[in-house]
């Protein structure tokens, strides 16, 4: 018996896949065949922006939002003394976020794009210029930039305290936007500036028929997830004397002492607003693959 | 059409180190009108710099580039009117991917020559038809082929009725079964008298339609003439062993 054994070759695996099977067995750890995806970490300060293709997060937003509502319905109804009074008293701030936020986010894609066109331009006193306003306003902390721009303008000029944060909102953004939009631009290949100078296009007529476009539809996902950032951050505004949901929060305790059940409200507000707004700016980038 | 006169051009990259790269040294190349001039030669050895000398996207240091007679290294010549006349078409196609291909034709036309929107089209389509893509009008670049997008850019150089057309390694970047398509057109072109300067590594094209085959390495014309005489006897080893290596 033994000498049968001892006699018969031993068959060797011959496909890759018994080859695995026998690793398998030997090894505890499994070896895995296929490829790892290189990881990409990308840090964004709004919420993340579910796709459709992302179950996980499309479910981790559901169970957030859905939660968010019934938590504030159940809490409105079930003590409504309390909570349905701070409800209504804070959220007559909505239109005052609303408004420093979608003015702010234009004013601050306005400034990007110059800075952005400056700091990708050749010229170097024009990329200097944008380069050191970029570095000045990232190293400072947006709410002292906001108070230092709110003084300021207010010295010089007298304009609406709204106005002035708008325009406070948008410098401090601008530079964020500034990035994004470099970025975008440099990501455009050099091939494409090429064929249209080698057409006898100008430099304008290249930039807005040929880069800008192209740019614009690199950089709407990073806008978009800018524009919930920009929500939150319109928060701060609430120092500057302007009735937001915040400062409306911060009113309502300073007259009831409800401090803990207030700033409840106030979050959960801002929490449902930025995951409808993280949906739409969702729903946007996939309408924006579907055309190609 | 035009003649492309380069007269000895020479051009130098710094590189980040600091060193000097001669790209093109002291090059001086006569195109007549109508025609067509092959340069071949080893990668690295300045074809497609000097190529790119001819329409100023590559600005030399010294020499004279004279395209019917106006010199683009002249500080007074406005190279833009240079470029609306020669057309270029690249080993990368570069056409618009946020354009439609009817769009992407239609684009320099309109923006530069200042033609109408039924104009430039009633044109582009013309052309398009001439290269077998008039059905592809109204797609994006990024639905086509390789060999149909460099058609298209083909195409979209000259819809500005170039006098002069620059090939930059046109068929490099395709596969093989459709780099047939492409020369097709290019042999096209040729026939009808277009004054035309490549740089390609076809040799079968050069054999069928260049009156001239220049062959350059490290950044200097080694050797020219007639495809016959280069492909049949080149004169220098260096052209001997090149051709060797490719044919």
Known sequence: ?292 | MAKIEIRNVSKDFENNNGTILHAVKNVSLTVNDGEVVVIIGPSGSGKSTLLRTVNGLETAQSGSILIDGIDIMDKDTDIRQVREEVGMVFQSFNLFPHLSVLDNITLAPMKVRKMSRNEAEDKAMDLLAMVGLADKAHQKPTQLSGGQQQRVAIVRALAMEPKAMLFDEPTSALDPEMIKEVLDVMLKLAKSGMTMLLVTHEMGFARAAADKVVFMADGEVVESGTPEEMFANPKTQRAKDFLNHIL
Request: proline share 4%; aromatic share 8%; charged share 15%.
């Open chain 1, 1 to 292: 018996m033994v000498k049968d054994t001892i006699k018969q070759p031993p068959t060797l695996p011959k496909t890759e896949g018994e080859l695995m099977e026998i690793r398998n067995k030997v090894v505890s750890n499994p070896f895995h065949t296929t490829k790892k995806e290189p990881t990409v970490i990308s840090m964004t300060d709004g919420v993340l922006i579910p796709k459709k293709g992302n179950k996980h997060l499309v479910t981790s937003w559901r169970l957030t939002f859905f939660g968010a509502v019934v938590v504030l319905v159940c809490l409105c109804v079930f003590d409504p003394d309390t909570y349905w009074k701070i409800f209504k008293y804070t959220i007559t701030g909505i239109p005052t976020t609303f408004e420093c936020t979608i003015f702010a986010i234009l004013g601050a894609v306005l400034i990007g794009t110059i800075t952005g066109v400056g700091s990708s331009s050749k010229n170097r006193v024009v990329n200097q210029i944008c380069g050191i306003y970029v570095e000045l306003i990232r190293g400072i902390p947006l709410l002292v930039q906001l108070m230092f721009l709110y003084y300021a303008l207010g010295s010089l000029i007298h304009i609406e305290g709204i106005v002035a944060a708008i325009i406070a909102l948008s410098i401090c953004f601008g530079a964020y936007m500034g990035e994004i939009i470099r970025a975008g631009i440099q990501s455009i290949p050099k091939g494409q500036v090429e064929a249209a100078t080698a057409l006898g296009l100008s430099k304008s007529q290249t930039f807005f028929s040929v880069i800008l476009p192209q740019t614009i539809k690199v950089v709407l996902p990073a806008i978009g997830n800018e524009f919930i950032s920009m929500l939150k951050d319109s928060s701060l505004v609430s120092i500057l004397a302007l009735s937001d949901i915040l400062k409306r929060g911060r009113e309502y305790i300073s007259r009831t002492f409800l401090s803990l059940q207030t700033m409840l409200v106030v979050a959960l507000i801002y929490l449902i607003l930025t995951l409808i707004l993280s949906r739409l700016v969702g729903f946007m980038e996939e309408r924006l693959h579907k055309n190609g």
